[in-house]
């Protein structure tokens, strides 16, 4: 069984390197072969809406956008707090394919059961 | 294995990875490893600095051979054997 690592992200794309450094552990974490959860909280929601992170590029780094389309290829679970996606106005409708609406017992059951929890 | 052993490697797969910002060239050798065979030698061209300590640490984790690095101007050659 693989080992599963949580990554937890509460900045949007106007952090551009707090938004990109998350994606960038989840994909090396799953280059390593691990089972990687994103979870994306407070402004981390933003990341998920269609288009938002289309041009964010952090310096030295690989475009978020690439990232999170890597991440999901390579069978990553992105989770998105609804509470948080309701308070900021974002429709279900508007979240990227592979994103998956949870609320907190979510969020407590896949950290319980991680190896380790990072959070950005 | 030295700078002019490795130079002398014939690799089964090389993965350019140059001009790939971190930590792009990590997630092209993970995609590469599959399409050889265990024994068997990657290249990996990265001009990435990080990939320097990414792919020893990858091969340790994934029980990959690291074989060592020769530097070239402007590039780094990474070589390992596929466990």
């Known amino acids: 069984m693989s080992e599963k690592l949580v990554v937890i992200v ?18 090396a974490a799953q280059s390593m072969d691990a089972e990687v959860t994103i979870i994306l909280q407070s402004d ?77 | 294995m030295n700078a002019e052993e490795l130079k002398g490697l014939k690799a089964n797969q090389t993965v350019d990875a140059r001009g790939t910002a971190c930590p792009g060239p990590l997630l092209a050798a993970k995609k590469a490893i599959g399409d050889i065979e265990s024994g068997e030698i990657m290249e990996i061209l990265s001009s990435d600095e990080g990939t320097k300590h990414d792919i020893p640490k990858w091969c340790q984790k994934m029980e990959h051979e690291f074989l060592g690095i020769v530097e070239e101007d402007s590039y780094s050659r990474l070589f390992l054997k596929k466990a």
């Not at chain 1, 509460?10 to 994909?27: I, L, W």
């Not at chain 1, 059951?109 to 990072?118: D, G, N």
């Open chain 1, 10 to 27: 509460t900045n949007g794309p106007d952090k551009q390197e707090m938004a990109t450094v998350p994606f960038v552990m989840a994909t």
């Open chain 1, 44 to 120: 981390g929601v933003i990341l998920a809406q269609k288009g938002s992170c289309d041009n964010v590029t952090a310096h030295g780094f690989m475009p978020l956008k690439q990232l999170m389309d890597t991440f999901l290829e390579l069978k990553g679970k992105l989770l998105v707090c609804t509470p948080c996606v309701k308070s900021r106005g974002i429709s279900e409708s508007d979240l990227i394919q592979g994103s998956q609406l949870i609320a907190a017992g979510t969020v407590i059951s896949e950290t319980l059961e991680a190896k380790a929890v990072m959070s950005y």
